[in-house]
């Protein structure tokens, strides 16, 4: 989470309740502007929920103090659907799905556990499949390991179906197939894949859907999910996606990966109807795909 747990204790009283203020004094070992301090912060929780000074705190109650590590989101997630079972998210680009060494920002499954109350994000049961960090887009996170585990069966099943953007680099032929090739996590490098034969199959089908003198938008239905898939997939073939810094090169037009998870379709764990939800481009990549459009229109005239 983006608040970590620095101290907790159980509260082991025997006589009356005593406020939150009072008990941070006096098994904290603080002064008592400090513990108010702290709970003004919104950095103090009992049994995961935050508290007010005169919360009262009663016995075996599980009292947290959390320290602000991490920088707060500059917003916060947009959320397209919630309710008990899981919740749908239109992911930014820039943010992981879990925390990672080196890693400075707040994760989605922090912001979701924080968000639930939950004292660690290890306990957030949430994340049902990734978006690479500089990928947006729609995502499903599950509230219960139940849920999570219905949602995984289906991607395993193939009963999800996903659909991206991207903006590759030169026009592919033909306008419309699928790219059967092996994935493979590179021996020389664990942050990258590569082609293998050796690895696991993977298969994305695509659809151009439109054409720029440079430059090919597609609409990518990956069929597995590997690690990666699309953005090795794409570059193994000649077209890299355009951003993509790992797989290809730096954009002179957009400063990130031209890669957006669209739309994503599947069967609700407990009312098992068919839900389906879509995200248009981010400003960014709309205004990247109008300026091409610009630029092609000049070049015509």
């Known amino acids: 989470m ?3 747990i620095i101290q907790k204790k159980i509260a082991r009283q025997s006589s009356k309740k005593k406020k939150a203020d009072v008990f941070l004094v006096e098994k904290f070992q603080m002064t008592r502007s400090q513990a108010q301090k702290k709970i003004k912060s919104e950095l103090v929780f009992v049994n995961n929920k935050p508290v007010e000074s005169k919360t009262l705190i009663a016995v075996n109650d599980e009292v947290v103090i959390r320290d602000k590590k991490k ?23 820039g943010l992981s799905s879990h925390p990672a060494p080196g890693e400075n920002e707040p994760t ?36 219960t390991a139940e849920t999570k585990k219905d949602l995984q069966d289906q991607f395993k099943k193939r ?5 991206y953007l991207a903006l590759i680099e030169g026009k592919i032929k033909p306008e419309k197939g699928i790219i059967d090739l092996p994935i493979k996590r590179e021996k020389n490098n664990r942050e990258k894949m590569g082609i293998n034969v050796e690895g696991r199959s993977a298969k994305t089908k695509y659809i151009v ?5 440079k430059y090919s938008l597609l609409e990518l ?16 073939i000649g077209f890299p996606i355009v ?36 995200s248009p481009l981010p400003k960014t990549l709309a205004k990247a795909l109008s300026n091409l459009d610009s630029i092609e229109e000049e070049a015509r005239n």
Do not use: C, W
């Open 221 to 236: 239905i990956p069929e597995t999910g590997r690690t990666h898939q699309i953005r090795v997939h794409l570059s193994a």
């Open 71 to 93: 920088n707060t989101p500059r917003k916060p997630l947009e959320i397209i659907f919630e309710d008990k079972h899981l919740i749908v998210i239109d992911k930014p680009t």
């Open 209 to 213: 859907k439109k054409k720029f003198a």
């Open 108 to 143: 989605i499954s922090e912001i979701l556990a924080e968000r639930l109350y939950i004292s660690d994000d290890k306990d957030f049961p949430g994340i049902v499949h990734r978006l690479d960090k500089g990928t947006s887009g729609i995502m499903i996170l599950a509230k």
């Open 2 to 4: 983006n608040k970590k």
């Open 159 to 163: 009963k999800i179906t996903k659909k």
């Open 243 to 278: 951003g993509d810094v790992r797989y290809g090169k730096k954009s002179d037009f957009v400063d990130r990966i031209f890669l957006h998870a669209t739309k994503i379709s599947f069967i609700h764990p407990k009312t098992k109807k068919q839900l389906t939800f879509e």
